[in-house]
């Protein structure tokens, strides 16, 4: 991986390279770098990863094995822009997979508790419509969502 530009680090406690070989497979253009080691110098057993390099979606980031001390919350997050129904659909079905949780507006719980929202492309046009009766039932649709629904959106956008 290059040394400059920006890097995302997530901090996990003992499940980064777990973590990265997931989001991996979850997301195109993606692929595992270095793994960096703990030596006997530590800070966790000498031999056990401590840092993996990946992408997933053409984004560099780093999983660190750091510990408990930090946890994932909301306030952090990662959208995600689908293409079409199939894309916000294939997203949602893994990242909710094996213990995520779904949350409202398209939100959701990843299971390492990594925050996303799945988002189609379009939404935030039919969001910021310049007539604001068209933008507020676009609104209105979108927050009785957990999953986002295109045809849907598109049909309260619309007045239907």
């Known amino acids: 991986m290059a040394t400059e530009g920006f890097t995302t ?4 406690d003992g499940t980064a390279e777990e973590a990265a070989h997931y989001y991996v497979s979850v997301f ?8 960096g080691r703990c030596t006997e110098a530590g800070p966790g057993p000498a031999g056990s ?4 390099d990946f992408t997933a979606n053409g984004q560099r980031f780093v999983a660190l094995n750091g510990g408990p001390q930090f946890t994932f919350n909301e306030s952090v997050s990662f959208q995600v822009f689908c293409a079409g129904q199939e ?6 079905a893994r990242l909710t997979e094996d213990g995520g949780e ?3 507006c398209g ?10 929202q799945v988002v189609p492309d379009g939404l935030l046009d039919l969001m910021s419509d310049p007539d604001p009766e068209k933008a ?8 009785a969502m957990g999953k986002l629904d295109i045809a849907a959106l598109k049909k309260a956008h619309a007045g239907g």
Do not use: N
């Not at 939100?107 to 996303?116: A, F, M, T």
């Not at 507020?136 to 927050?143: D, E, K």
């Open 49 to 52: 990863v401590l840092a993996v």
């Open 28 to 35: 195109k253009d993606s692929g595992i770098g270095r793994i």
């Open 9 to 12: 680090c997530l901090w996990f």
């Open 107 to 116: 939100w959701l719980k990843d299971k390492y508790g990594l925050s996303w």
């Open 87 to 92: 894309e916000v659909d294939h997203y949602w």
């Open 136 to 143: 507020a039932r676009t609104a209105r649709a979108m927050y």
């Open 102 to 104: 779904p949350g409202p």
